[in-house]
């Protein structure tokens, strides 16, 4: 499966976008949001993995933090639906950057445009 394949297929379970204050404010408010609450649950699955379990990776923490992180990408998803942006070109064009910081030598640094 491709990006752009799995974007289209999220766009058919995206019931945001008939909810009715949301289409008062705009419906990309919605995905923005779960983004970041979604991270935040990526966050604190690894930090409870460290404090309950001593940093022991099991299949379970495994199976819960896959879960989490296809949360995320439903979010991902979204949040470019909203915008009209292509999934596969999110990652094309963020792996063309990486190559070409890497490249340059500056994957580390400071600033978005190095």
Not at 1 to 15: D, G, P, R
Not at 32 to 42: F, K
């Amino acid at each position: 499966m491709t990006f752009s394949e799995y974007q289209k297929l999220t766009a058919k379970t995206a019931l945001y976008k008939k909810v009715p204050a949301l289409k008062k404010i705009g419906t990309s408010i919605y995905p923005v949001l779960g983004l970041a609450g979604e991270a935040g649950e990526v966050a604190e699955k690894v930090k409870k993995m460290l404090r309950n379990d001593n940093g022991i990776i099991t299949k379970e923490f495994k199976e819960d933090l896959a879960k989490e992180l296809g949360d995320v990408l439903w979010y991902v998803s979204q949040t470019a639906s909203e915008f009209k942006i292509d999934l596969d070109k999110i990652a094309s064009g963020n792996i063309e950057k990486l190559f070409s910081r890497q490249k340059r030598g500056a994957l580390h640094g400071r600033g978005d445009n190095r």
